[in-house]
């Protein structure tokens, strides 16, 4: 199994299943956010397929076609209100209003500046808060009409461990934004849980991606977890599925810390 890979035959049956379901996913154009949106289309739900650049979204819908699967290509940037209302307009004509959003879009295009927090800019934490936190609470106003209105809605909101625990790496300001955001998921639950709706964060430990320059670095990450590997984009996407299924549905207001055993909870 690659990276980005569901489960083959994991979702097939029983209450993992997600029929009659549409599923948004940011940043959904690689890595995590392509494993999340092929796990939920492997489950059977129609997956709007988001990400910044066009031909990313454009290969994972194709991908997913190709396996049976049902998705649609929506690139737009998640910080930008006006594109943000076009793709689900889009959404709406092609399957319907979002069932399921997956708010996973959450690195800059070109990087983070990774710096302490007395150094850094103010336009980058300023960037941070508008993509970790403002665009989740956007995202969230626009779908919930539907799902209130449908009686039945998940929100899923892409987490980091960097949330609950301080790091000498220079993410102060995203670590802020994700903390937010965990709270927004929390009050969300409360509010919305009465009609169906429920709301939760995945809290990520170290993810597959990383590059090997030869330092050794690598291989001490890997070494640094209980289980000795590193996150995929599979095993986020089967958590986003759990979630999303009959199986997740008592699951409410949380943070799972989904890590290896890299424990960051509070």
Do not use: C
Not at 63 to 91: C, H, K, M, N, Q
Not at 129 to 157: D, K, Y
Not at 218 to 245: E, K
């Amino acid at each position: 199994m690659t990276d980005g890979e569901a489960p083959t035959g994991a979702w097939d049956e029983g209450p993992f299943r997600l029929p009659n379901r549409t599923a948004l996913v940011t940043g959904a154009g690689r890595g995590v956010g392509e494993g999340i949106a092929r796990a939920l289309a492997a489950a059977g739900a129609a997956v709007a397929v988001n990400d910044l650049h066009p031909d990313r979204a454009d290969r994972v819908v194709a991908e997913i076609a190709a396996a049976g699967g049902r998705a649609s290509a929506v690139p737009f940037d998640v910080t930008d209100a006006e594109g943000l209302a076009v793709a689900l307009e889009r959404i709406r004509e092609t399957f319907g209003g979002v069932d399921i959003l997956v708010h996973n879009a959450g690195i800059p295009d070109g990087g983070s500046t990774m710096v302490r927090f007395g150094d850094m800019p103010s336009e980058a934490w300023r960037q941070q808060i508008e993509l970790n936190l403002v665009a989740t609470m956007r995202l969230v106003q626009a779908v919930l009409p539907h799902q209130v209105a449908r009686g039945w809605g998940r929100i899923i909101h892409i987490s980091s461990g960097a949330s609950s625990r301080g790091l000498a790496l220079g993410v102060g300001a995203y670590g802020a934004a994700k903390a937010g955001s965990e709270a927004l998921m929390r009050h969300l639950g409360v509010e919305y849980g009465p009609v169906g709706i429920t709301a939760n964060s995945l809290a990520l430990g170290i993810m597959t991606g990383l590059e090997d320059s030869g330092s050794g670095l690598l291989q001490r990450l890997v070494q640094s977890v209980p289980i000795r590997r590193l996150g995929t984009g599979a095993d986020v996407g089967a958590a986003a599925v759990w979630l999303s299924s009959a199986a997740g549905g008592f699951v409410n207001s949380q943070v799972i810390h989904l890590n290896g055993g890299t424990v960051f909870g509070r």
